[in-house]
């Protein structure tokens, strides 16, 4: 059974679309993200969702929006993509909130994306 | 500066050999760090993880972690071709909490 799961893998589309990435957690986590990777492999957080409720928010376009709609789940919602939006989009989870005790995030696969 | 600073690779070492990864934190308030390796294509595992001044040993993996000069580094003894891959240091606590800062990634090859 897959841990973190995001859909879809690929996601290739226009500029201008709206577009939506789901992620699913069947590890019992109580905390959620969402991180973006740029074509240098540089890694960034996104959001961050405790039980729900956002708690990290970082700076980012609000053309970007995250749902939550239980604590399994955590969805990314993008707006009007433009061409710079293209990255790989990984979500994650880890057991509490990441900090002094080292709370382990685990990823899902990633959902490549590309605007054309 | 960057929050996480990695050496620049590419590295490369021989098959066998001891392969060497560095990284400086800024945030003197950070508390816990992370290696991750993330192969080609796929998305970054967590191989160790460390929070105590001092070595920590997993398998062929040693961490090290000196936090008066505020460097991490990973060895990785033994080095196979099944280690080539990007590695991916990343700091929590302090300023970082509730989230982990990457460092920009070091990408090894091991060649046989």
């Known amino acids: 059974d897959t841990a973190v799961s995001q859909t879809p893998k690929y996601l290739v589309t226009q500029m201008g679309n709206d577009k939506s990435i789901k992620c699913e957690q069947n590890l019992g986590h109580d905390t959620m993200y969402w991180y973006k990777q740029d074509s240098k492999k540089f890694l960034k957080i996104m959001f961050s969702y405790n039980n729900k409720e956002l708690i990290i928010n970082e700076t980012v376009p609000n053309r970007f929006s995250p749902k939550s709609p239980d604590k399994a789940h955590l969805n990314l919602h993008i707006n009007s993509l433009e061409l710079g939006d293209s990255a790989v989009y990984f979500c994650a989870s880890s057991h509490e909130r990441t900090g002094g005790l080292g709370e382990k995030l685990f990823f899902g696969s990633g959902t490549q994306l590309s605007v054309l | 500066q960057k929050e996480v600073e990695q050496n620049s690779g590419p590295l490369s070492v021989p098959e066998g050999a001891i392969a060497s990864l560095n990284c400086t934190y800024s945030d003197r308030g950070s508390q816990s760090f992370f290696w991750y390796r993330q192969y080609s294509g796929k998305s970054p595992e967590l191989i160790m993880f460390?929070?105590?001044?001092g070595d920590k040993e997993d398998g062929r993996f040693t961490a090290q972690l000196n936090k008066a000069s505020q460097y991490v580094s990973l060895l990785i003894r033994d080095s196979q071709p099944s280690d080539s891959a990007t590695y991916l240091c990343?700091?929590?606590?302090?300023?970082?909490?509730?989230?982990?800062?990457f460092g920009q990634g070091t990408i090894l090859t091991v060649h046989p």
């Open positions: 990343a700091s929590g606590g302090g300023t970082s909490y509730g989230k982990l800062t």
């Open positions: 460390i929070y105590s001044n």
